[in-house]
């Protein structure tokens, strides 16, 4: 079975662009949380989505948004970005919201902002 | 609210030797999930290990071990016969359920970083 896919690994802009990231979660998973890591904030929840539903959300500005498509995949969307937003951006999906429900993890999307 | 606390910001171990990576928790939940996940250098994080709160056992994964106690508010892990491989961040992450309906989101305490030496 194939894992969680995040595209692009690697991501250069400038201050006040935007950005879309994209995650493709593992087949029949339905839940799908992103996460910001960054060396001195740590891993930070940023929202969770299942079923096209956003069910939780992290304490980050409304620059940061995602949504959930019908067949699962996700996409976050950062605006007018800021230097502080450089970080790795990690996808997580899981089968759905049970306490044991380990989250499975994509290699993440580093973004840069110069 | 969660916290997830990890004191030991490096560890070190020799290569075929035991290690206890520390975790301490707080939370009000009522009922949890604790985790562990492994991050290499590559930056992908890797699912470990899991114990429910209402686990009468302590979780053991292969190498992998959870010394649950759950008065203390701890859930070390423990890896047996280390392996050069096992050279990356580890973090500790819970996921709580409160009488207000699930709470999604894992909360990560700020990781040890583990060298394992030859």
């Known amino acids: 079975k194939a894992g969680v896919t995040q595209t692009p690994r690697y991501l250069i802009k400038t201050r006040g662009q935007q950005v879309t990231l994209s995650c493709s979660p593992i087949?029949?998973?339905?839940?799908v949380s992103w996460y910001q890591q960054t060396p001195g904030q740590g891993l930070q929840f940023l929202f969770e989505?299942?079923?096209?539903?956003?069910?939780n959300k992290g304490n980050f500005p409304g620059r940061f948004s995602g949504r959930q498509f019908s067949n699962s995949r996700s996409e976050m969307n950062v605006s007018t970005l800021e230097l502080g937003d450089s970080a790795l951006y990690l996808c997580?999906?899981?089968?759905?919201?049970?306490?044991?429900?380990?989250?499975?993890f994509g290699p993440g999307t580093r973004l840069t902002v110069l | 609210a969660q916290k997830i606390t990890q004191t030991q910001p490096g560890m070190f171990v020799q290569e075929k030797e035991a290690v206890t990576l520390d975790c301490t928790y707080d939370?009000?939940?009522?009922?949890?999930?604790l985790f562990w996940y492994k991050q290499p250098s590559s930056g992908e994080m890797i699912f470990l290990i899991y114990?429910?709160?209402?686990?009468?056992q302590n979780a053991t994964e292969g190498r992998y071990s959870l010394n649950f106690q759950k008065a203390r508010k701890s859930a070390n892990l423990v890896i047996s016969a280390s392996q050069l491989g096992d050279s990356a961040m580890y973090f500790c992450?819970?996921?709580?359920?409160?009488?207000?309906?699930?709470?999604?989101?894992?909360?990560f305490g700020k990781g040890t970083l583990l060298t394992v030496n030859p």
């Open positions: 997580a999906s899981s089968l759905g919201g049970e306490i044991h429900n380990e989250q499975f």
């Open positions: 087949s029949g998973h339905r839940s």
């Open positions: 989505y299942f079923s096209e539903t956003q069910r």
């Open positions: 939370t009000s939940d009522p009922s949890y999930g």
């Open positions: 114990q429910g709160s209402y686990d009468q």
């Open positions: 992450a819970m996921r709580g359920f409160n009488s207000g309906g699930s709470n999604y989101k894992l909360t």
